[in-house]
T-cell receptor
Framework: AQSVTQLGSHVSVSEGALVLLRCNYSSSVPPYLFWYVQYPNQGLQLLLKYTTGATLVKGINGFEAEFKKSETSFHLTKPSAHMSDAAEYFCAVSDYPQGGSEKLVFGKGTKLTVNP | EAGVAQSPRYKIIEKRQSVAFWCNPISGHATLYWYQQILGQGPKLLIQFQNNGVVDDSQLPKDRFSAERLKGVDSTLKIQPAKLEDSAVYLC????????????????FGPGTRLTVL
């Protein structure tokens, strides 16, 4: 069974500072990995996903994440935080296609605060 | 392209009452998902449909929750009777899910329905 652990339920950074949100996963098959962002009172929006191939994945809004199999990690980074990045971020894993299910298993989320 | 639509956006009911949520997926998407997101937690899959058939309902509390997807398009999720612990945001998502085509497993989420049970 898959699982996701997001370290830190709240992260606070200053505008212009590096953003680092941590995600570790557990999966019995090579996983697909995702980062979603949720703004208040809105649904989830896909930031980026890793399937196969290049381990550094670039997403929208300047975010990127690196898949490290040896560390079972998929941390999300952005070099310079912007006020508009304040939101909740969710890491998710699926065992598609090897496991056959597109079901996403989510972490508990990390709320990012950006201070002026 | 229109996104996933859900209604209502907010619902407040008393415990033991019934409630229903509606979802209209992105046009042409074969797979539809209902997730429950309790405050402070990540979304949890309740049920997955492929066209109008159920693929996975292992985490659906079947004694009180039911869902259907007639004609393989719109879907409704019902709770009867509601309990206090059902207070959550109910998210609907859809994907086109064609295994031979890359990235068709990507799930697109609607805005959710926030349910408060008093």
């Amino acid at each position: 069974a898959q699982s996701v652990t997001q370290l830190g339920s709240h992260v606070s950074v200053s505008e212009g500072a590096l953003v680092l949100l941590r995600c570790n996963y557990s999966s019995s098959v090579p996983p697909y990995l995702f980062w979603y962002v949720q703004y208040p009172n809105q649904g989830l929006q896909l930031l980026l996903k890793y399937t196969t191939g290049a381990t550094l994945v670039k997403g929208i809004n300047g975010f990127e994440a690196e898949f490290k199999k040896s560390e079972t990690s998929f941390h999300l980074t952005k070099p310079s935080a912007h006020m508009s990045d304040a939101a909740e971020y969710f890491c998710a894993v699926s065992d598609y296609p090897q496991g056959g299910s597109e079901k996403l298993v989510f972490g508990k989320g990390t709320k990012l605060t950006v201070n002026p | 392209e229109a996104g996933v639509a859900q209604s209502p956006r907010y619902k407040i009911i008393e415990k033991r009452q019934s409630v229903a949520f509606w979802c209209n997926p992105i046009s042409g998407h074969a797979t539809l998902y209902w997730y429950q997101q309790i405050l402070g937690q990540g979304p949890k899959l309740l049920i997955q449909f492929q066209n109008n058939g159920v693929v996975d309902d292992s985490q659906l509390p079947k004694d009180r929750f039911s869902a259907e997807r007639l004609k393989g398009v719109d879907s409704t999720l019902k709770i009867q009777p509601a309990k206090l612990e059902d207070s959550a945001v109910y998210l609907c998502a859809s994907s086109s899910s064609r295994k031979s085509v890359p990235n068709t497993d990507t799930q697109y989420f609607g805005p959710g329905t926030r349910l408060t049970v008093l």
